[in-house]
């Protein structure tokens, strides 16, 4: 699986032939290192619906045809703008052409506000996917929460990417925390530093965890 970093909670993957983005913020992301016109993308998987983390995603599937996962509720949002969605909620799993997606909890609030006006759009979620042999999980905004400890035990996760920022999200300390508990082979901090309450000096979360963590810089690849 290849995974790129594109500032906040942004990341896309190419694998199984797919291509996926989580949480496409990109304008108005201080931190990304894209443009909207020249992302081409499948499937777009959404955490919650706070408007850093649906960001650009329905242009996106405009422009692409692309598929949205999400709650049940960005799903449907998502439908009367026109695109493609596929709606899921906590606990649920499902087989996808490009691997097997479990939305799980996260401890956080999911509104999306157009003109004005705030839209409920469910409960906030983070993503376990699996593809290829290979297991991430991407938390989406959360607070630590001591059920993460399931998640360490009924997966294997190869690579967690978890927010540190702090004031909306938890902070470096219970981060720390979720690492035990979720017992990941490799941490990539995220959530950090795009605004001005959730700075954050990534390596004082990385170097508490004995060599697993890693900070990815936006536009920087991997292989996991
Ligand atoms: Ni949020
Ligand atoms: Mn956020």
């Given at each position: 699986m290849q995974i790129t970093y594109h500032g906040h909670s942004c990341l896309s993957l190419?694998?199984?032939?797919?291509?996926?983005?989580?949480?496409?913020?990109?304008?108005?992301?201080p931190l990304s290192d894209l443009t909207v016109e020249d992302v081409r993308v499948d499937w777009l998987l959404i955490t919650h619906g706070h408007g850093d983390h649906i960001g650009d995603m329905?242009?996106?599937?405009?422009?692409?045809?692309?598929?949205?996962?999400?709650s049940a509720e960005i799903a449907t949002y998502a439908q009367n703008q026109g695109v493609r969605a596929h709606g899921m909620n906590i606990g649920g799993t499902y087989t996808f052409p490009f691997g097997k997606v479990k939305m799980v909890y996260a401890q956080h609030s999911s509104g999306y506000t157009v003109d004005g006006v705030t839209h409920y759009m469910g409960e906030a979620a983070g993503y376990i996917l699996e593809s290829e042999g290979v297991t991430i999980y991407h938390?989406?905004?959360?607070?630590y929460y001591s059920d993460m400890q399931l998640i360490g035990?009924?997966?294997?996760?190869?690579?967690?990417?978890?927010?540190?920022?702090?004031?909306?999200?938890?902070?470096?300390?219970?981060a720390v925390r979720a690492v035990k508990s979720i017992q990941a082979k490799k941490v990539i901090p995220i959530h950090y530093n795009t605004f001005e309450e959730i700075k954050?000096?990534?390596?004082?979360?990385?170097?508490?965890?004995?060599?697993?963590?890693?900070?990815?810089?936006?536009?920087?690849t991997m292989e996991v």
């Open positions: 190419v694998v199984a032939n797919e291509r996926i983005m989580i949480d496409p913020f990109i304008t108005g992301n329905i242009q996106l599937a405009k422009n692409n045809d692309a598929v949205i996962i999400g938390a989406g905004d959360t607070a035990e009924d997966f294997s996760i190869d690579c967690a990417f978890l927010p540190i920022g702090d004031n909306y999200t938890m902070g470096i300390s219970d954050q000096n990534p390596e004082d979360f990385t170097k508490r965890l004995a060599g697993k963590g890693y900070v990815m810089r936006s536009g920087e």
